[in-house]
């Protein structure tokens, strides 16, 4: 059975578009290692490294290098995997489900702010429906996060990821 | 596909038992409210009330009441569900998968430990052999657990249970 989502347009954050790529793609791209790693960042940040298992429970690690070199990993997990059509993950637990190491309050100066993302494909004209969802804890957390630039930056890199297929295809 | 459990003994609490009541009977016990409330505190404490959404990013909501009547909400979301085999829930998550609020380090006074707990049942001779294996995210959050009594808590929830599967069979 399918999980339901709460929405709550307080605390979340939330872009749809119709692209004209394959949801078979689009699928390939966001879980495999290899096809993920080009697309996932905003140029001039790169994905170096990527480790996917692909269930609930299992991990979803990323490192990101900024410009300058430094690394940014991060470790997720699954939640819930429905092939072509729906992907969900947290960084609030780590692989197995454990829970993550107690964080300082979203408005501290060293926060993480804790979130769940939710991947939704399904068929639309010569494409594919693509949204993109992520769910935080609090409304500090979710302005946080849309200040970084969350839809500029999913948006630069389902871009990306466009161009990756085209390119391939 | 089933999640993978990674064990550290530094981190998780577990206990296993074979008891002489058939897994269809625990697993009702475990996942119907009218079922779990009469066996789900050691008495004197109760469980007044109980929802349950049997599915990932389901809720799973008890509040207990102590001797003096203060009443404990506990909010939780399933992440796995395998009828009669694993069930697996954390607090770090609310129902739809949400992130619970930022929590103090878990050497604050009002700290809230974090923690996802297994529930597997198996096949065993005359019954069902039970698990119980509660993950933390550290090591503080793990003792505070066992110093709360994890185990004697759960072996005299779990002989309530058998208590009231015999008294109604």
């Not at 197995?96 to 993302?117: E, S, V």
């Not at 993109?132 to 839809?151: I, K, P, S, W």
């Not at 999913?154 to 391939?168: C, P, R, S, V, Y």
Request: with cysteine.
């Amino acid at each position: 059975m399918k999980s339901t989502y709460h929405s709550n347009s307080n605390l979340d954050l939330s872009f749809t578009r119709v692209i004209h790529v394959p949801r078979t793609l689009v699928w390939r791209a966001w879980t495999e290692p290899e096809w993920l790693k080009p697309w996932f960042c905003p140029l001039p940040w790169k994905t170096i490294a990527c480790e996917i298992d692909l269930r609930p429970g299992g991990i979803f690690h990323t490192t990101m290098q900024s410009p300058e070199g430094v690394e940014f990993p991060n470790d997720g997990c699954y939640l819930e995997v429905v092939t072509q059509e729906r992907l969900v993950w947290t960084n609030a637990l780590l692989p197995g489900f454990r829970p993550g190491k107690p964080c300082a309050p979203a408005d501290a100066d060293d926060a993480k702010f804790l979130f769940t993302a939710m991947l939704e494909l399904a068929d639309a004209d010569q494409g594919t429906r693509y949204t993109a969802t992520v769910m935080h804890a609090d409304e500090t957390g979710c302005r946080q996060h849309a200040a970084m630039g969350f839809e500029s930056g999913w948006g630069t890199a389902l871009d990306q990821l466009i161009a990756m297929i085209q390119l391939e295809s």
